[in-house]
Each structure stands twice: as C-alpha cells, then as structure tokens.
C-alpha cells in the first residue's frame, strides 16, 4: 500500500470521529451509569467538614436508545440529585457517566453545549423553568442560539414545528406571549418544546406533571409518550407515583435512599413486585385521573432514612415488614434475580441460602 495512504488511514484511526460518526459507531447503550455517587458536602460553622449527604449511592445501569426508563421513589429518595448529575449540572463524587460511548466529564465548553442539546430535560415546575421576562419565540430560539443556528429562518421554522409538535396551536396565538399569560399545561408545553427543538436523543422528565392540575396530567404524559414514539427518544422518566409509569415506560426502576433496590419491566413490578418497599409503593398508587385527585394515598410507614448516616446495612430495614434479625441490619444486600431474568432486588429474602423462619 502507498505510503500516503498507510499515513492517511492512520491519521483517520487517530482521529476524534465526528458527531455523527459517534452515534453510527457506538453499538453500546445511548447512557450508561457506573458505581455512580452523588454526595453533597456538609459543612459545620461554614467551613468544617461535617459529612456528606449521600444522596446517591452507587447506581449503575444502561439505557438504550429509544429506550423509556422510569425511576420512582418518595421525596429525597435521591432522584433529582442523580437527574441533575446526569445532566452536567452536579458533579459526581464517583462513578462514570458515558453518553453516546463518551464520557462526559471530559468535556469541553462546547461539548457540554452539544451534550446538553442532545439531552432535553423537563422539570417539575415549569413556571420557575421559564425565564419570565422573555417571550415564547424567545425562550424557544434561546437553545439555537447557543448551539450556533444562526439562521433566524431556520429557527423560526424550527419554532413553529415544535409548536405544532407539543400542541400550542395555532402558534401565532402564544408565540408573542410571556410565561405568567399561559396556564400551568400550556406553560409546561413550553418547556416540553424547548427541550425537543434541538432534536435530542435522550429527555429526562423530572415530576412533570406533579405540580399540574390532575385534569392536564394526563394531556401531558400522553404527548411525552408520543413524542417518544414518533421521535425514538430514550426516556429517563421522574417521579414518586407509580400509577403514571405506565404511559410510557418500559422499565421501572425504584430508588431509595440513594440506592436502586428493583429494577425490573413495567409488568414485573405492577404484577410481580419483590422489594418490601416496592409493594409499599405500590399500595399508595392511585390512577393520576382528575376523579382521584383527592383520593388520599397511603405511603410507607415511617420516615425516609437520613442520607448522612444511612442504616447499616439494607437501607430499607427500619421500615420493613419483612426484615431478618441478624442479616438485613448488618450486611448490605446484593441483587438477586430470583423470577424472571433482568428483574433485579437488592434484598435478601431472595437469597436462596437465608433461612428465612
Ligand atoms: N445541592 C444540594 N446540597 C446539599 N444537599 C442536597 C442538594 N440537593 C439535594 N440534596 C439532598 O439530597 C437528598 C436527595 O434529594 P433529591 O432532591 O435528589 O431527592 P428527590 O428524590 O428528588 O426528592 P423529591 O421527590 O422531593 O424531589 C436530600 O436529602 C436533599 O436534601
Ligand atoms: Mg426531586
């Protein structure tokens, strides 16, 4: 062979491949979490160390692309805190986080403008996302801008789709408009736009419908759940009622202080749960309808431990119903698949060689 051509072959093997060369090239996971561990720093007087708030607690697992996940679990269980370091937004204390086969703690400004495009996030309330003073169109040209589309014919084409697309319709009805003139599902369909008109691979839904009206939840997850569909986006889904995971996950995994103790299909853990605490959760679900919204539900008994200094051992075990004397308060449980295969618990009334009398 050429020499020039040997040279120009190894030039091409050492060379960053492009954008879309990543994406054709990665046959992995669209994300993958490693031993991931947020841990906030307390701080006594200000400045002396006083622990760390683990907020989450070694969380692994793999998202494919297109794929709908669902993280549940009770307030401060640790889900936004690791929504918040998916995004950038935190840094983790340990593990790794790989998007599309690149780390991403590595980087750069305008990597992280890129990533951050490609991964749409939509928060719990959508008034406080929305910048107050700036219009509709601006608010959604504001993602084009900062990723260099600098045509202001193409952004507005770009703003009138998405408009279309999350179905604040006609557009010249709200484009001039400012956040506090939209109702709370119309503001967050704002907020659903701005997330997509960047065309991402990836949405993560943080409590999206929590804060709305009961009667337009259900209006919202079902135009999360078609975008999903008619865009093949991956889905990392946020919440503490299990009753919405249905509209469009296909796995559920359950989070709890700090620690994903299930991870199975929807159906597993609606017709099969495992965890003391998944069944917990489930018993305190009720439709997310507009006649249930003052169902009052049930929810665990006790409180949610302290992330500082969490119990030894299965985090869960001062609440659980199920607990062992002399095992679940001492040794950390590992993941067992005892019923079907890739439905996990942290939880060791499925260790075969407990005696469990
Ligand atoms: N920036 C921060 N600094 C210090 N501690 C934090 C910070 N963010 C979250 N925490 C703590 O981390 C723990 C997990 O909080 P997080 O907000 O992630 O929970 P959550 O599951 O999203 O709760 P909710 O359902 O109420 O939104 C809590 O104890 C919280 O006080
Ligand atoms: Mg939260």
């Not at 906030?40 to 998202?63: I, P, Q, T």
């Not at 804060?211 to 093949?232: C, F, G, P, T, Y």
């Not at 969490?310 to 040794?331: A, M, Q, T, V």
């Amino acid at each position: 062979m050429a020499d020039d051509v040997i040279e120009a072959l190894e030039k091409k093997e050492n060379q960053e491949p492009s954008e879309s060369e990543w994406k054709e090239t990665g046959n992995g996971p669209i994300l993958s979490i490693g031993n991931l561990r947020v841990w906030f720093e307390l701080k006594k007087w200000g400045f002396a160390h006083a622990g760390y708030v683990r907020a989450v607690d070694d969380v692994s697992f793999d998202l494919e692309a297109g794929g709908a996940l669902a993280i549940v679990g009770e307030s401060g269980s640790g889900k936004t805190s690791l929504m918040k370091t998916i995004l950038g937004l935190y840094e983790p204390h340990e593990g790794k986080i790989v998007f599309e086969d690149r780390d991403i703690s590595r980087f750069n400004k305008k990597e992280l403008d890129w990533y951050r495009s490609k991964v749409g996030f939509i928060q719990q309330d959508p008034y406080g996302a929305l910048p107050p003073f700036m219009t509709v169109k601006t608010i959604l040209e504001e993602p084009m801008k900062i990723n260099d589309v600098k045509d202001p014919k193409e952004r507005e084409e770009r703003v009138l789709k998405v408009m279309e697309e999350v179905r604040l319709s006609p557009p010249q009805e709200y484009l001039e408009k400012f956040p506090h003139m939209l109702s709370g599902g119309q503001q967050q369909r704002v907020v659903i736009g701005r997330a997509m008109i960047m065309e991402p691979d990836l949405i993560v839904a943080d409590e999206p419908v929590s804060m709305l009206d009961a009667s337009v939840r259900v209006e919202i997850l079902k135009l999360l759940e078609s975008l999903q569909k008619s865009h093949n986006l991956a889905v990392i889904y946020i919440t503490h009622d299990l009753s919405t995971v249905r509209y469009f996950s296909d796995r559920i995994f359950v989070m709890y202080a700090g620690e994903l103790v299930e991870k199975a299909e929807v159906e597993q853990i609606l017709h099969n749960a495992l965890h003391p605490y998944t069944k917990a959760l489930l018993k305190g679900t009720s439709e997310p309808d507009a006649r249930n919204a003052d169902i009052i539900k049930e929810i665990p008994p006790g409180e949610p431990p302290s992330l500082v200094n969490p119990p030894s051992g299965c985090r869960f075990h001062p609440r659980c119903p199920k607990k062992i004397d002399g095992l679940c308060e001492i040794k950390v449980p590992p993941e067992f698949e005892p019923a079907e295969s890739g439905h996990l618990t942290a939880c060791w009334l499925y260790d075969n060689d407990v005696d469990k009398t």
